[in-house]
């Protein structure tokens, strides 16, 4: 009989889920042991939401009641209806298949928390911010390298100079040194940061730069020295952060910045193509 978790369901039908339904979903997706371990009052008055919604709730996802579905889970009995089971094996004897779920449902709602944290008019001003930047700078140490390069190669496609620090081989104050007042900086701040990155932020400031921050819900990410800080939910499953916040929050500043740049953006991209057509360069 084909296994099905708990956490699947709730992906299945997320889309058409209620906001108030959709805080039971983020919490079960969080706490999967839940269902098992508390009523449906305990479980009510943790996720925020009223007896009735969490009732309509497990209707949702097929089950004819909370009891219902508590008890599956906790004898793990076969849903006569679905044919399948809501808990798979305990986390020592997961498929493959259980663990690829649960990284997806945790994928997803760092994603669905990010994009409902930020504001719009957030978005927005960083996004006319790196628009009518003479100079962007992206600035990534340690593990925000990846994402800083990821930055500057979408976004050298539709704006020239675009400059990336650190650069190896260079001296970041010496790179630094032409930073003006109408440039602005892009800084990665996911995770652990060190001392340089606060003192670029600070000497941007100085400078007379605007400052967007990308940073997790866990860090200050230095507000006081930006002037946008955009904030990613990171949470991973176990040893490793989750990137796929950022990356999704870059790919959407990367695409507003073409789309408000219009025909000059598309102009650089046709050049760019004809570039690589004269040189036989496929990539």
């Known amino acids: 009989m084909e296994t099905a978790r708990l956490s699947e369901r709730i992906l299945e039908v997320f889309d058409d889920l209620t906001r108030a339904e959709r805080l039971l979903a983020d919490h079960f997706l969080e706490n999967p042991d839940s269902l098992a371990l508390h009523t449906a009052e305990e479980i009510s008055s943790r996720a925020g939401v009223s007896k009735a919604t969490t009732a309509r709730f497990f209707k949702r996802l097929g089950f004819p009641s909370f009891k219902t579905a508590q008890r599956m889970s906790r004898t793990g009995d076969a849903n006569p209806e679905s044919g399948k089971r809501v808990f798979s094996a305990p986390v020592e004897h997961r498929s493959g298949r259980g663990n690829l779920a649960d990284h997806l449902a945790s994928d997803v709602q760092n994603l669905i928390r990010t994009f409902e944290a930020i504001r ?8 006319l911010s790196l628009v009518r930047a003479e100079k962007l700078w992206i ?3 340690g593990d925000n390298y990846p994402l800083a390069h990821f930055a500057r190669a979408q976004l050298i ?16 104050p010496e790179e630094f040194a032409s930073i003006t007042a109408s440039d602005t900086v892009l800084a990665l701040c996911i995770g652990r940061r060190g001392k340089t990155m606060r003192s670029i932020l600070q000497s941007a400031r100085l400078a007379g730069a605007h400052t967007v921050s990308l940073t997790d819900q866990a860090s200050s990410g230095n ?5 946008v800080t955009l904030r990613c939910r990171t949470q991973g499953l176990s040893y490793f952060d989750s990137l796929a916040a950022p990356v999704s929050v870059v790919t959407y ?13 598309v102009d650089r991209l046709r050049y760019i193509d004809s570039i690589h ?3 036989g360069d496929a990539g």
């Open 157 to 172: 496609k539709v704006k020239p100079d675009i400059r990336m620090i650190p650069l190896g081989g260079f001296s970041v």
């Open 253 to 265: 500043l990367c695409m507003a910045v073409a789309k408000r740049i219009g025909q000059t953006a």
């Open 120 to 127: 719009s008019d957030e978005l927005n001003e960083a996004a």
């Open 139 to 141: 600035i990534g140490f």
């Open 277 to 279: 057509t004269e040189w």
């Open 223 to 227: 507000p006081e020295l930006a002037d």
